[in-house]
């Protein structure tokens, strides 16, 4: 079914877990990208100086900077990395050659009991930390994400409206505060409307007999039919929230939405590494609940994907997607990524981060384009988790291969991640994010691409996701993933896969 794109110019709000300090000028991206792949209708636009940008041993010749991937000058910031460019642990990973050094977890701030909630952050984005481990439950650093939603849900003035949409929700150490605090919204006077994956039975029940009691129709809650997502062919694995106003910092902020990869169990608190972005944006949000509103009517269509038009600081994606190589959204987003560029007299390279939980064989397409830039110059970097106890893999053998070079060429840098914090438990990465710093089309606007979507079939589930551009967003992320890739080559097991 063809979709007619709708717009997304915005304010820019995310916030990012311990106090990383980012001014809240996230610039807009003139010529950014269109599902299909074709040239945008951008300008050139001069970006920031990088930050900490050095090159590794015997790249820079002549003044240029090539194949860098530095890390910015230690600071105060708990989230700054202190290696510019170690490779993985694992001797099987294609990681480019340089030093390693012995790194700490990405919150090295002391870890501290989960506190009452305060009031949630705008403007830059969440992450948690499941490592930083706490006695009494867990960490401020674990519950990060779930606690900015928490703080959200509870911002929501009597009248507002929250339309929330959520995969693998049940009662645990923080998820059972989400569910408490979405029925307390509704208790007082806040229209409450949930869409469940089919596998959240316990928590869509208890919420459904709240909701009913009442006198209060505007609220409701529903679940996906068994066997298969809302709109998707296997199931929804969305995970936002929209919220007509919330009350942050004395002031009234409307049209707000939150976008993250973390679902809602003690899983995604002690076991994986999550993100979350809220922002306000009229036409993003009104896009956002269109799909919304599309979820609830239960209309199969595999190829339902569509986006929020171009040219904004944020842009919405919204899935299924037909699955063929050609309608790929995230290749075709890579299509138009330049390998080189100037900037203020200097050649510089252009830099692709992943840090993604699932990547298999229906995506190859992507893996061969990041292939292919590495080939012509750029820096790719993937973290992914490593292979399970069980025996399960994330990144399937299919795409490990065709990211390897041929002979003569760079290696891309890949980091499995999946290790011990000290309390007999595992920790990995269930993130989804892309990050595109240099040379896009025809502008070089940083980008973050972060959701619910893994690089898997597209028309299993019902996904979202946002595009996000400007350097100061992308410099959180940065910041974020060095630290998480740091992490996890000093702390997984050498040979993991």
């Not at 170690?86 to 012995?102: E, Q, V």
């Not at 939603?149 to 995969?167: K, Q, W």
């Not at 399937?396 to 390897?404: G, I, N, R, T, Y």
Request: glycine share 8%.
């Amino acid at each position: 079914m063809a979709r007619a794109r709708r717009t997304m110019p915005l304010t820019v709000l995310a916030l990012c877990m311990l106090a990383m300090s980012a001014s809240a000028a996230a610039g807009q991206a003139p010529g950014d990208e269109t599902p299909s792949g074709e040239a945008g209708r951008g300008r050139t636009a001069a970006a920031p100086a990088r930050p900490g940008e050095t090159a590794p041993e015997g790249s820079a010749t002549g003044g240029t900077v090539q194949g860098e991937d530095s890390a910015p000058a230690p600071s105060a910031s708990p989230l700054s990395s202190p290696s510019p460019h170690s490779s993985p642990s694992s001797s099987t990973s294609l990681s480019s050659p340089s030093s390693s050094t012995s790194l700490s977890s990405p919150s090295s701030a002391a870890p501290t009991a989960s506190p009452l909630v305060a009031e949630p952050v705008l403007n830059r984005p969440v992450f948690n930390d499941p490592g930083a481990l706490a006695d009494g439950g867990p960490s401020a650093q674990q519950s990060a994400v779930m606690d900015q939603l928490i703080g959200l849900v509870r911002a929501t003035p009597a009248g507002g409206e929250i339309n929330f949409v959520m995969f693998e929700f049940a009662d645990g150490a923080r998820s059972t505060a989400v569910k408490d605090a979405l029925l307390e919204a509704h208790r007082r006077g806040v229209h409450v409307k949930v869409v469940l994956d089919s596998a959240s039975p316990d928590v869509l029940a208890q919420l459904k007999r709240a909701f009913e009691a009442g006198t209060d129709r505007e609220s409701w809650a529903v679940g996906c039919p068994a066997g298969r997502g809302c709109i998707a062919r296997n199931y929804m694995h969305s995970k936002f929230a929209t919220f007509s106003s919330v009350r942050v910092g004395g002031q009234e902020h409307k049209n707000v939405v939150f976008q993250t990869s973390s679902n809602l169990n003690d899983w995604y608190l002690y076991n994986s590494y999550n993100d979350a972005v809220t922002f306000s944006d009229a036409r993003v949000y009104a896009d956002y609940r269109t799909y919304f509103n599309d979820l609830r009517a239960m209309k199969s269509d595999p190829d339902y994907f569509w986006t929020s038009t171009t040219g904004a600081t944020y842009r919405g994606m919204y899935y299924p997607r037909q699955q063929t190589d050609a309608k790929d959204p995230i290749a075709n987003v890579l299509k138009l990524v330049k390998c080189s560029y100037q900037e203020g007299g200097t050649t510089r390279q252009t830099d692709v981060r992943i840090a993604l939980t699932k990547f298999n064989k229906h995506r190859l397409a992507i893996a061969r384009q990041l292939r292919a830039l590495r080939d012509q110059g750029c820096w790719v970097d993937l973290v992914y988790p490593a292979k399970s106890e069980s025996g399960t893999v994330s990144v399937d053998p299919e795409v490990l291969s065709a990211l390897k070079p041929q002979p003569g060429r760079e290696p891309i840098q890949i980091t499995p991640c999946r290790f011990d914090p000290g309390n007999g438990q595992k920790v990995s990465l269930h993130t989804k994010v892309m990050m595109i710093d240099g040379r896009y089309d025809d502008d070089i606007t940083p980008r973050v691409y972060t959701g619910s979507a893994n690089f898997t079939h597209l028309e299993n589930a019902d996904d979202s996701a946002v595009r996000i551009a400007g350097r100061d967003n992308h410099t959180a992320y940065l910041s974020w993933f060095w630290n998480l890739r740091d992490t996890c080559k000093a702390k997984t097991p050498p040979g993991s896969r």
